[in-house]
């Protein structure tokens, strides 16, 4: 009887352990392995650019399935193409291992990619995208030119491999413009990203507690989204940085707490200033 109180005590404990001890989700890691074949006309340098581009995009493709399963669509305000097409814009593709060898009389560029997920991170960038239209706006027409100039990859890939010498080497400038231009694009969707982030640390940095709206807005800009609760308003300028005035129009709150625009008072929801 005893041995079996202190079994019963015992698995009580444990569950009462489990309840409360924390559980954090890894990151997800996609990768992506492709095979690259080589013309007459190629060099390592063009084929390695050609197959990142390629690869990147099928990578993206598991990546955003993968996303759409796990973020929920609600009311129609974030459709599967959305996620996909904002989930290319948030992550980041590298190359982690590649290797060239002989199949036959062709040399072939294997390649692997991958792109880390880490949900939680991306559920808070494509709110941060959804709740800014024009943010939302430039995404898509970056995404949709990205894809435009990788399909123009593709096309003079195909005429390459049938040219002539001469119209060969003109093919070669053309891509090689065309890859320039999808790693600038890359490098602009990230830009905006980053615009997000410092808005977020200005806030932090500038605003202070009993300043106006108009003070708030000549020091960090237009907020991203405005919402009332308990009496008070709250301008959004990032995923975690909120900012809440009080009936007077003055700023009685800066939070990066989530549920702090859900109470009425700062006092309960951790102000946060660095």
């Known amino acids: 009887m ?31 392995t492709c095979k ?11 084929a390695r650019e050609v197959s990142f581009v390629q690869c990147k995009r099928k990578v993206l493709e598991k990546a955003g399935s993968y996303i759409q399963s796990h973020v929920q669509v609600t009311n129609g305000k974030l459709s599967k ?3 996909s097409t904002y989930a290319a814009a948030i992550l980041s593709v590298e190359v ?9 009389n062709s040399m072939v560029l294997e390649q692997t990619v991958k792109a880390m997920i880490d949900l939680e991170d991306v559920k808070k960038r494509l709110a941060a995208i959804v709740g800014d239209k024009s943010v939302a706006k430039k995404v ?3 995404q949709q030119r990205i894809k435009e100039l990788e399909s123009n990859v593709d096309d003079l890939r195909r005429e390459l491999g049938s040219a002539k010498t001469t119209r060969a080497k003109a093919i070669r400038k053309q891509q090689n413009v065309v ?11 990230i830009s905006i990203m980053q615009k997000i982030k410092a808005a977020e640390n200005n806030v932090l ?8 709206r ?6 960090v800009g237009k907020y991203r989204g405005i919402t009332e609760y308990y009496g008070k308003e709250w301008w959004n300028y990032g995923p975690k940085v909120w900012v809440g005035f009080n009936k007077a129009g003055l700023v009685s709150c800066i939070s990066t707490q989530k549920t702090c625009r859900f109470v009425g008072s700062c006092s309960n929801c951790m102000v946060y200033k660095k």
């Open 36 to 46: 690259f074949v080589l013309g007459d006309n190629d060099t390592k340098n063009e």
């Open 140 to 142: 898509e027409n970056q």
């Open 2 to 32: 005893k041995r079996l109180l202190l079994v019963l005590i015992g698995f009580i404990a444990l569950l009462f352990t489990a309840n409360w001890s924390p559980v954090f989700a890894a990151p997800t890691t996609i990768t992506k």
């Open 205 to 212: 940095k500038y605003v202070e507690v009993g300043m106006t």
């Open 81 to 83: 193409e959305q996620v």
């Open 214 to 219: 108009n003070e708030v807005l000549s020091l």
């Open 179 to 189: 890859l320039e231009q999808i790693d600038e694009l890359s490098k602009l969707k």
């Open 96 to 104: 982690i291992k590649e290797k060239f060898f002989f199949q036959g």
